[in-house]
């Protein structure tokens, strides 16, 4: 037997190429690939840096798909099926939305596959796929096998996980649905045999918050001390509240951590269930005690809530100046399908597509709902010109120096190749079509 495994792109401009920093290996794919029986063949086609042939000879297509990569993987899967060969969807997409999914594949997995990856192999063997499994949210005790990238060139960063989920709820946010607001934390036995065989210096360990179970966190990063890694990862400011817990992060390799601020609007941070970031203390000191601990900060930020103003976005901007962020995202607010953000828009007949995700002629940067202040363009606009302010020379050159002291130089070396492209790369992803303009193999 033989499975094709497809990692689906978002789409490109005509003739430009895929968006360099999207360009991180798929674990999905290694994990997949981990729990698939050694006499079954494999190949992967990964649609971001490579053409897909779709004259392959396989016995079954697995394709994972993000909402952004829905219109794409639907077209990617109706040229199989054309074939007759049978296409098996899941990811993120598939399980928030899986009436949609099904119309367009043979069989779908929501949640998790480990627990039932080998049944549907051994179904697809004997000709019984069924048209969808339950593979549930809380177990995945497995070590992926990267021997299926091999050849294939992704930026020189290894994705190592941590755990799944989150405890919090925000409105906007696919993890809560997709996890139901719970935090499930991987055996750490596993975790440091993938560091041990891990390929590169830098590590992103893939977790939605590190921090959501402090006794477990603090047990990680004891564990993972000795092999003396360099890693970023994601967490919230709360953090910032336990000297210790920093203590110990930095001491284990922490170089930098995403921090999801969203807002600096009390009200807005109401409005999406995160007001944890404001009933936390007073911000400019807990930004401060993180960056005194060594740790540079990724600051991530969302546009379009209620109380979003030009005001709001300016002020964002600036907050970020004055901490000099080793970087921050500026994205407009999204509504993924499932989540009480899309559900509430929706209610409030706010929604500019039913299903942007496939509306034809949607494209990244594009606004898919009627903001209360201002017009979707106008916020469009006002977070292009957000992270054109944050990455100006001058602005860039202050970061720079102000991160000498917290990272490590290969870090340092890093944020100079980031935050020099930044500019560019803004305008790159500035109206990508999603699903349209990927290239084809010659006939
Ligand atoms: C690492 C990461 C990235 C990396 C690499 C992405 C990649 N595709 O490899 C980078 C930084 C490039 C990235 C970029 C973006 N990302 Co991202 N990313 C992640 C992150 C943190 C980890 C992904 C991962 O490796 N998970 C570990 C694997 C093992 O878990 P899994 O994918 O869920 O797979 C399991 C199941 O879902 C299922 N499954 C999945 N696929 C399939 C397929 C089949 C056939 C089957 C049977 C089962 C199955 O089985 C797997 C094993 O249990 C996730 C959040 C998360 N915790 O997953 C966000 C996440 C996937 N990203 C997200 C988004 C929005 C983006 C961006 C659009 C952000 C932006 N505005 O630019 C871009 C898109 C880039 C692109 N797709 O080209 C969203 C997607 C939400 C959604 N509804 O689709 C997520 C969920 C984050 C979030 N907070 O909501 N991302
Ligand atoms: S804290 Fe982050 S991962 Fe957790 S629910 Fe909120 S946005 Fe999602």
């Not at 794919?29 to 190949?43: C, G, N």
């Not at 039932?116 to 549930?136: P, R, S």
């Not at 003396?228 to 922490?254: E, H, R, V």
């Not at 994205?331 to 500019?352: I, Q």
Request: charged fraction near 30%; glycine fraction near 6%.
């Amino acid at each position: 037997m033989k499975i094709t495994f497809i990692l689906p792109a978002i789409g490109k401009k005509p003739g430009q190429k895929y968006i360099g920093t999207w360009k991180m290996e798929p674990l999905t794919i290694a994990v997949l690939k981990a729990l698939t029986p050694k006499d079954v063949e494999t190949e992967l086609f990964d649609d971001r840096i490579e053409l897909i042939d779709y004259h392959t000879a396989t016995d079954l297509v697995c394709i994972t798909v993000e909402t952004y990569t829905a219109k794409r993987s639907y077209q990617i899967a109706e040229r199989f099926r054309q074939r007759g060969i049978p296409v098996v969807m899941g990811g993120y997409h598939v399980t928030l939305c899986p009436e949609e999914a099904q119309e367009y594949a043979d069989s779908i997995i929501v949640g998790n596959g480990e627990t039932v990856w080998k049944t549907m192999l051994e179904d697809c063997k004997a000709g019984a796929l069924k048209k969808v499994y339950y593979g549930g949210v809380g177990e995945y005790d497995v070590r992926p096998d990267k021997s299926i990238f091999e050849g294939k060139r992704y930026l020189p960063v290894s994705l190592i996980e941590t755990g799944r989920g989150c405890c919090h709820s925000c409105e906007f946010c696919s993890i809560s649905r997709f996890y139901c607001s719970k935090y499930y934390c991987r055996d750490h036995r596993l975790i440091v045999e993938d560091i041990k065989n891990s390929k590169h210096k830098y590590t992103f360990l893939v977790d939605d918050n590190l921090l959501a179970d402090r006794a477990n966190a603090m047990r990680l990063f004891e564990d993972i001390t000795p092999y003396k890694m360099k890693w970023a990862g994601q967490g919230t400011l709360s953090m910032a509240k336990d000297p210790n817990l920093l203590k110990a992060m930095k001491k284990s390799g922490c170089e930098l951590i995403l921090i999801g601020f969203e807002s600096l609007d009390r009200e807005n941070l109401k409005q999406m269930n995160k007001s944890f970031n404001f009933t936390l203390g007073e911000r400019d000191e807990l930004v401060k005690r993180i960056h005194d601990a060594g740790i540079g900060i990724y600051a991530t930020f969302v546009f379009g809530y209620d109380h979003d103003d030009e005001r709001t976005v300016h002020d964002a901007v600036e907050f970020s100046k004055k901490h000099n962020f080793y970087t921050a995202a500026f994205n407009h607010l999204l509504p993924f399908p499932n989540t009480r953000l899309y559900d509430r828009l929706k209610s409030e007949n706010r929604l500019l597509y039913d299903k942007w995700w496939l509306a034809e002629g949607y494209h990244y940067g594009e606004v898919a709902f009627r903001p209360k202040q201002l017009t979707a363009e106008k916020l469009s606009s006002l977070c292009r010109d957000a992270r054109k302010e944050f990455s100006s020379p001058k602005t860039v050159w202050n970061r720079g120096i102000a991160s000498l002291g917290r990272t490590s130089p290969l870090l340092w070396g890093l944020f100079w190749g980031m935050n020099l492209r930044l500019g560019e790369e803004i305008d790159q992803k500035m109206n990508v079509p999603i699903g349209e303009n990927l290239d084809e193999l010659p006939k």
